[in-house]
């Protein structure tokens, strides 16, 4: 779904459970339960069973939203924007990494051998780019934004370009040698170092073996959304549930597996409303912002 106007999604009936979406990153025993835990914390908070759907992409999740079989769910924030110009969801809860509510784009290739040097981005010419999908903020929409602003036309720079639908992959095909071009997330720490990305596991351990051309930002973060279909009442409950748990073990040890995040907090308003300004304008130019 990329239409601009308002919608709406089927009516959700009255039932004691609720869905969460989530497109997992990282896959694994651990995965699957601090998502059992993350829903537990707030189930247990708004008084419902909430139970996981674990889903393997992006538009997959936009299309459970679209049509009624997830009540609320976990967003990049193209989608996120879209989906809530589009009156399908409410943003309710960000994620903060490191403090921040805000991360950045991360172009990057192989790690270089012994001698050699990394291409400048201006040097970026006739080489295999690998991106997430059209509506990944760091793994398309804003390397292209870089790339412009470097000079570099992105329509012409690459003589071939694939989407593969997540950041893994991204990192996968360039480490591997199927692409010399990747774009991935990045969190910065206050000395510019970077923390984690996609090219890392959420915890920024295990460091996979690429070379970072630059970074670009800021993108605000990931964040927690609920369909519009759902009672206004159950939303401010996931709200205040998400954003007043700070101190629940069982949750920080769940968002930071799952996400790489401290905590949940308030949607940040001013870095958001940017963002949702860039979306709107892009479909009514008639960009197509695809989640795949």
């Given at each position: 779904?990329?239409?601009?106007?308002?919608?709406?999604?089927?009516?959700?009936?009255?039932?004691?459970?609720?869905?969460?979406g989530?497109?997992?990153?990282?896959?694994?025993?651990?995965?699957?339960?601090a998502?059992?835990?993350?829903?537990?914390?707030?189930?247990?908070?708004?008084?419902?069973?909430?139970?996981?759907?674990?889903?393997?992409?992006?538009?997959?999740?936009?299309?459970?939203?679209?049509?009624?079989?997830?009540?609320?769910?976990?967003?990049?924030?193209?989608?996120l924007?879209?989906?809530e110009?589009?009156?399908?969801?409410?943003?309710?809860?960000?994620?903060?990494?490191?403090?921040?509510?805000?991360?950045?784009?991360?172009?990057?290739?192989?790690?270089?051998?012994?001698?050699?040097?990394?291409?400048?981005?201006?040097?970026?010419?006739?080489?295999?780019?690998?991106?997430?999908?059209?509506?990944?903020?760091?793994?398309?929409?804003?390397?292209?934004?870089?790339?412009?602003?470097?000079?570099?036309?992105?329509?012409?720079?690459?003589?071939?370009?694939s989407?593969?639908?997540?950041h893994a992959?991204?990192?996968?095909?360039?480490?591997?040698?199927?692409?010399?071009?990747?774009?991935?997330?990045?969190?910065?720490?206050?000395?510019?170092?970077?923390?984690?990305?996609?090219?890392?596991?959420?915890?920024?351990?295990?460091a996979?073996?690429?070379?970072?051309?630059?970074?670009?930002?800021?993108?605000?973060?990931?964040?927690?959304?609920?369909?519009?279909?759902?009672?206004?009442?159950?939303?401010?409950?996931?709200r205040?549930?998400?954003?007043?748990?700070?101190?629940?073990?069982?949750?920080?040890?769940?968002?930071?597996?799952?996400?790489?995040?401290?905590?949940?907090?308030?949607?940040?308003?001013?870095?958001?409303?940017e963002?949702?300004?860039?979306?709107?304008?892009?479909?009514?130019?008639?960009?197509?912002?695809?989640?795949?």
């Amino acid at each position: 779904m990329s239409e601009g106007r308002p919608g709406s999604n089927p009516p959700i009936p009255d039932k004691d459970s609720l869905v969460f979406g989530f497109a997992p990153s990282v896959e694994g025993d651990r995965t699957r339960q601090a998502l059992v835990d993350l829903c537990r914390v707030l189930g247990e908070a708004v008084g419902r069973n909430v139970a996981p759907m674990r889903v393997a992409s992006y538009g997959a999740l936009e299309r459970a939203i679209v049509e009624g079989r997830a009540h609320f769910g976990w967003f990049p924030p193209v989608v996120l924007a879209r989906l809530e110009l589009a009156g399908r969801v409410i943003p309710v809860a960000q994620c903060v990494r490191a403090g921040g509510a805000a991360y950045q784009t991360c172009l990057f290739t192989r790690e270089m051998e012994a001698g050699k040097v990394a291409p400048t981005i201006e040097q970026l010419h006739d080489l295999r780019a690998v991106w997430v999908d059209r509506s990944s903020a760091a793994g398309y929409v804003f390397p292209r934004l870089l790339l412009a602003a470097h000079g570099v036309d992105p329509a012409k720079a690459f003589r071939q370009e694939s989407f593969v639908g997540s950041h893994a992959e991204v990192v996968r095909h360039v480490v591997e040698g199927l692409a010399e071009v990747g774009a991935t997330f990045a969190s910065l720490g206050p000395d510019g170092r970077i923390l984690r990305g996609g090219f890392t596991d959420p915890d920024g351990t295990n460091a996979r073996p690429i070379q970072v051309l630059a970074t670009f930002g800021p993108i605000p973060n990931d964040a927690m959304a609920c369909s519009t279909a759902l009672a206004p009442e159950m939303t401010d409950a996931l709200r205040r549930a998400a954003t007043h748990a700070k101190t629940n073990i069982a949750l920080k040890s769940a968002l930071r597996h799952l996400f790489g995040a401290d905590s949940l907090a308030p949607i940040a308003e001013s870095t958001y409303n940017e963002l949702r300004t860039l979306v709107s304008r892009a479909l009514k130019s008639g960009v197509v912002l695809d989640a795949g």
